[in-house]
């Protein structure tokens, strides 16, 4: 059993940065699928960024302000956010499929994210 807890969100002005934190109990391992997704307000929920055996792709929207990496030894996923944007604010959501794409997900309980204009 995976379970995942989010936390480093909160309230950012426009051009600011974040880091968001995903901390995983069981075992994930280094090819594990994890990734980050968020949700706005009335609209579906949508990839960020993934990460599996060092490998990384991004969302176009955030490419080159956002970065997703892990540290196995703390069996934690990152995400650091810079120029953020208020078109970035929603839920974030951490997410892992143990065994790549085909495997079932697991989810945090998400944190908000608010960028103010």
């Known amino acids: 059993q995976v379970q995942l807890v989010e936390s480093g969100g909160g309230l950012v002005q426009a051009g600011g940065s974040l880091r968001l934190s995903c901390a995983a109990s069981?075992?994930?391992?280094?090819?594990?699928?994890m990734g980050w997704y968020r949700q706005a307000p009335g609209k579906q929920r949508e990839l960020v960024a993934t990460i599996s055996s060092g490998s990384t792709n991004y969302d176009d929207s955030v490419k080159g302000r956002f970065t997703i990496f892990r540290d196995n030894a703390k069996n934690t996923m990152y995400l650091q956010m810079n120029s953020l944007k208020p078109e970035d604010t929603a839920v974030y959501y951490c997410n892992v499929r143990l065994y790549g794409s085909v495997s079932r997900p697991y989810w945090g309980q998400g944190t908000q994210v608010t960028v103010s204009s």
């Open positions: 069981g075992t994930i391992l280094s090819s594990s699928l």
